[in-house]
């Protein structure tokens, strides 16, 4: 049967997806969907009307049973086929036909990462609140059995001053007479946590502390509950559905409250989405999320390590549609030659070409350390200062009152004497 001259295809325009340019008065098509229209047209050939459905979505199914976007089009006969990377569901092919898949692309999400921790406080980050809380449990029961050990002979003060000061790589200057093995237990111990902290402080500064953020779907949901992420797809999009429908109870909470919360977006929306309180997860095909990168800030996202269900990609077509078997010829054929890898690559290459650099982002993130960078250090060597200074004030005073207390008291002395 003759291919027909005239095909009224359905479309959504979408950056690098499905492009039409007007040069020269005629229209020319770009995007990967476009040009891969273009390749079938100039080998069928055949000339298609682009008609976009008005919600501009990929089509989803309503409690009545109709469609929306170009599944409901198609089923309405208002058009003949329909391009936009469009999923092969069950439910589709209960109203529409499909061609033959010319790619497969998996489910996944990319998740705004949260950047990295201030270094206000970088003195009390190489180690956790419990590593912290039996250092200092330590460091008092190894004030008193030294104390215990030497008999009184040096002061509380004193010997807190000289425990407190080995942990700082200072040398402990008590000979004991007896309990080596306890000092030499203390000086190995005081080596390690010294070495330990030391390095761990110099890491910190030089290469940031990065906050952690949802590497896979089942923390992705628990990120959402907490109100720290919130989770947007393409509306109209088949894997809401699949979210929804799935047996994992994370996924259909992910699924409800994108449904409730209407978190749907589009690209040229994206920054429009942003706030200071909640970080955003996009959940869309693996390819769609890619070319959305683009127009994200580089570095600032990452991909889950999972994914949620695979689909094959193909050209919906009506019912009736009477060439199907010569439309699948020509795709087999230039799925087989590599052509449309091909036009991935390219059109991926010109999405990321629309983006800053990576090397000019990663030559921002290079930069000298700065004051912000050490507040922690100065405020600590600050502190040190000031405790130090208060110390010195307490000595000279307790230093006058103890020689006037001495002078009075010899005086008195000398006159009962005489």
């Not at 999400?109 to 449990?137: A, D, H, Q, R």
């Not at 940031?208 to 109100?227: I, R």
């Not at 978190?263 to 769609?288: C, H, M, P, Q």
Request: hydrophobic letters at 45%.
């Amino acid at each position: 049967m003759t291919f027909p001259s005239r095909i009224t295809l359905g479309l959504v325009p979408n950056e690098n997806v499905f492009e039409t340019k007007v040069k020269f008065g005629s229209i020319t098509l770009h995007g990967i969907e476009g040009r891969f229209l273009d390749l079938i047209s100039k080998t069928l050939k055949f000339k298609w009307i682009l008609k976009t459905p008005p919600d501009r979505e990929s089509g989803r199914m309503n409690e009545n049973g109709s469609w929306t976007g170009l599944i409901g089009m198609i089923q309405r006969k208002e058009v003949d086929m329909a391009l936009n990377l469009i999923p092969m569901t069950e439910s589709r092919t209960n109203v529409v036909d499909f061609s033959d898949p010319y790619t497969i692309y998996d489910v996944t999400f990319i998740v705004e990462k949260p950047g990295t921790v201030s270094p206000k406080w970088v003195l009390l980050y190489p180690f956790e609140n419990v590593v912290w809380l039996c250092t200092l449990m330590i460091f008092l029961v190894g004030l008193n059995i030294f104390a215990f050990i030497l008999k009184r002979k040096v002061s509380y003060c004193a010997l807190l001053f000289k425990l407190f000061g080995s942990n700082l790589r200072q040398p402990l200057t008590i000979k004991p007479t007896n309990g080596k093995i306890i000092f030499v237990s203390w000086y190995i111990f005081a080596m390690l946590m010294a070495m330990s902290y030391s390095t761990t402080v110099l890491s910190f500064l030089t290469i940031p502390w990065k906050v952690e953020y949802p590497k896979n779907f089942l923390e992705l949901s628990h990120a959402v509950k907490e109100g720290t992420y919130r989770s947007f797809t393409l509306k109209g999009a088949s894997m809401l559905s699949v979210l929804q429908k799935s047996s994992q109870e994370y996924f259909q909470f992910l699924g409800k409250i994108i449904e409730t919360n209407e978190w749907y977006y589009e690209r040229k929306d994206i920054e429009s989405l942003k706030d200071n309180v909640t970080k955003i997860a996009f959940i869309g095909t693996r390819y769609k999320l890619h070319l959305l990168r683009g127009a994200l800030k580089l570095k600032s996202y990452a991909k889950s390590r999972d994914h949620l269900i695979t689909f094959n990609i193909a050209i919906a077509l009506r019912k009736d549609f009477c060439c199907k078997q010569r439309l699948n010829t020509i795709i087999s054929r230039i799925k087989s030659a590599g052509l449309y890898s091909r036009l991935e690559k390219l059109e991926s290459g010109r999405a990321w070409h629309k983006s800053k650099s990576m090397f000019h982002k990663a030559k921002q993130h290079c930069k000298p350390l700065s004051i912000h960078d050490l507040f922690g250090v100065y405020i600590s060597l600050l502190s040190g200062y000031m405790i130090s200074f208060i110390a010195l004030l307490l000595e000279i005073i307790h230093f006058k009152i103890y020689t006037r207390f001495s002078a009075i008291v010899s005086v008195k002395y000398k006159w009962i004497i005489k």
